[in-house]
């Protein structure tokens, strides 16, 4: 029974009641077989007192020897992150560890964005399944590291065959090429997918509708996600973010009508509408886009986050409705962020308000003083206004505290490698030939 229930989430506090009244009552005698499953259902809990209790009823017991138990115990401490030490001390007090011990660690350390840890570990990894790449390859993908991520699934590919990617490997690496835009590869992969018969999960083809979108090629998006015969949100949701990120306001409004269409059998979240807010700012429909925010907040009963108000601020900023724009900042639960000031800067240098752009500028600087882009910003509203000696003045302040400017960079896919480059950055391996080619361009334009 307590295995029966811990197979089922909503179960796990009966199988933990059912544990309790068996250590109370002294018999039967819990065996190494049922603390595994104790375990998992401890490891669902926010707190760990209760994985504490149960460690301490192993050692007294005498199951603290048993791998299973052991594996188990490294699983439940690093459910939640706070307790990544203890696990590690485990994982290195077992005389014998299995593959799964060592992926166990690799994503604790993974899921609490140790990537260092978590690499260093993997590479002195004695074998690694399927399981193992997966863990590193999801942790890069989750923390930003998307070079990593792909790096390491180009290493999978060439480590054997018995190593081959499955569904959850692709959907990591397919996020990661959305990021960085790689759509050769990402192409590559759908290819994979059809070859080696993995089948197209929700999972997967919201992944690949999601990596399409993000890599421009809206046409291929749309075909994948018209091809999914039981659309769930997530589905909706990344067709209708595609298409605002790339200017396609009428198409991403029109699949939302067509999502609020299907009778109630799917409904929007705030992943939703922060797309169709993003839509609507892009597309110049103002009136519309604040409509779905008053939707969102009365009809949904969604609670705004940062990222609705930014693109609500934006979009009443555009169209110069100052007046609504400070009623939303003033009225906001939680603390303006950078977005929502710097959207308010934006407008303000579109239409002259510089009033406002100060006290946009004012607020930026105090949560982020060593950014200068917003006080370059406010001398180029002064500049655009005549006002030189305002400029002089904000130049000279941003001089004085030796506030730089964060140079931007870019990256461009060749033969399925990412190649990345910053402002002046000399760096790369053929940095001499790239310099002399721009300035043949240089020289022709």
Not at 37 to 47: Q, T, Y
Not at 332 to 350: F, H, Q, T, Y
Request: aromatic share 10%; hydrophobic share 40%; proline share 3%.
């Amino acid at each position: 029974m307590i295995t029966a229930y811990a197979s089922h989430p909503n179960h796990h506090s009966s199988s933990l009641t059912l544990y309790r009244n068996m250590v109370r009552n002294g018999y039967p005698k819990p065996n190494h077989f049922v603390y595994p499953n104790v375990l998992k259902c401890c490891s669902g809990f926010l707190e760990t007192n209760e994985t504490k209790c149960v460690h301490a009823q192993i050692v007294k017991w005498g199951y603290g020897g048993y791998l299973i138990v052991q594996t188990a115990l490294v699983h439940a401490y690093l459910r939640w992150g706070s307790n990544v030490g203890v696990a590690r001390e485990l994982f290195d007090e077992m005389l014998e560890r299995n593959v799964v011990s060592w992926t166990a660690m690799v994503s604790g350390y993974a899921r609490v964005g140790m990537i260092g840890n978590a690499i260093e570990l993997f590479e002195e990894m004695p074998e690694r399944d399927v399981p193992s790449w997966n863990a590193l390859i999801s942790g890069c993908t989750q923390n930003g590291l998307f070079s990593e991520g792909v790096a390491l699934f180009r290493r999978m590919m060439e480590d054997g065959y018995d190593q081959r990617p499955n569904q959850v490997t692709v959907v990591c690496v397919l996020s990661a090429c959305g990021h960085l835009g790689m759509l050769q590869l990402g192409r590559w992969i759908h290819g994979y997918i059809y070859r080696n018969d993995l089948g197209l999960n929700s999972f997967v083809s919201n992944a690949l509708v999601d990596m399409y979108g993000k890599c421009g090629s809206l046409s291929e998006a749309r075909r994948v996600f018209d091809s999914i015969s039981v659309k769930n949100l997530t589905s909706w949701n990344s067709m209708i973010n595609c298409l605002a990120l790339h200017g396609r306001s009428d198409s991403a409004v029109s699949t939302f009508e067509e999502m609020m269409s299907c009778g109630g059998e799917v409904r929007p979240d705030g992943i939703t509408f922060v797309g169709l807010l993003n839509a609507c700012t892009h597309g110049g429909l103002v009136d519309q886009g604040y409509k779905y925010f008053y939707f969102m907040i009365h009809d949904y009963l969604i609670e705004p986050e940062i990222e609705h108000y930014g693109c609500v601020i934006d979009l009443l900023g555009r169209a110069g409705k100052f007046e609504e724009l400070i009623e939303i900042i003033r009225n906001m639960k939680i603390d303006p962020d950078e977005v929502v000031w710097g959207s308010l800067l934006n407008a303000c240098r579109l239409h002259g308000r510089m009033d406002l752009a100060e006290l946009a500028v004012n607020n930026l600087i105090e949560i982020n003083p060593n950014n200068a882009v917003y006080g370059i910003m406010l001398a180029n509203i002064y500049g655009e206004l005549g006002k030189w000696d305002q400029v002089g003045k904000v130049r000279k302040i941003l001089k004085d505290q030796r506030v730089h400017k964060t140079p931007g960079c870019s990256w461009i896919e060749i033969d399925k490698q990412v190649h990345q480059f910053y402002s002046m950055d000399k760096t790369h391996s053929k940095t001499e030939e790239i310099y002399e080619t721009l300035d043949i361009f240089a020289g022709i334009i």
